[in-house]
């Protein structure tokens, strides 16, 4: 008897514990930038003289595709976020940014924070600006509901390669995780 008068309490408890928001609160946001490149160009020098190239051997041409995928997840009562990309170029683009690392979420909703290696890096709802370590370089912002410019640098001493990429129907998703990094940093 007794089971039996817990049993409609728990049942109308256990639903509103797994509701969108608290799903969001304490579980997973996972979604993805679907990047198209626009142009290209690989500037180089070599002994004094400045070369330029479409492209490298085997490298991405313009009309590939590419992705940047997000992850925010809460975890042991703090948040984590990783930013990964499946670009060619882009193999130094990778980060796993905790709580703790945030800098600052100043009054446009920018997250600021310095990586392990002492490098600024920035996310907001509109703009993007990560550095790969000092050899690869994402910005970004969006220029209508959720589509997205991209500017992408990677290279090093002697050659650098500049794209531009453009990133349609990104999900509404970016909005949501800063809205729950802002949450922790007030």
Known sequence: MRINKLLPPLALTLPMLFTSSVMAEFGTI????ACKVLDQQ????????SYRWSGYTDGSEVGDTFKFDFKYAYLDETYYLD?????EELDNIGFTV????????????MALWTDSL???QRVGN??????GRGFSQVTGRRYYKNDWNLMIRSGSWDNILIQTANCMNVPNKLGIMMEKVRAFHK
Not at 30 to 33: D, I, M, P, Q
Not at 42 to 49: E, H, N, Q, V
Not at 83 to 87: A, I, K, V
Request: overall charge negative; aromatic content about 10%.
């Open 83 to 87: 930013m990964t990309s499946d670009h």
């Open 42 to 49: 690989i500037l180089g020098i070599t002994d004094g003289k």
């Open 126 to 131: 509109s703009v993007i600006n990560l550095d």
């Open 30 to 33: 996972e979604f993805s930038f």
């Open 118 to 120: 002492g490098i600024s």
């Open 98 to 109: 905790f709580q703790s690392d945030f800098e600052n979420i100043n009054d446009t909703g």
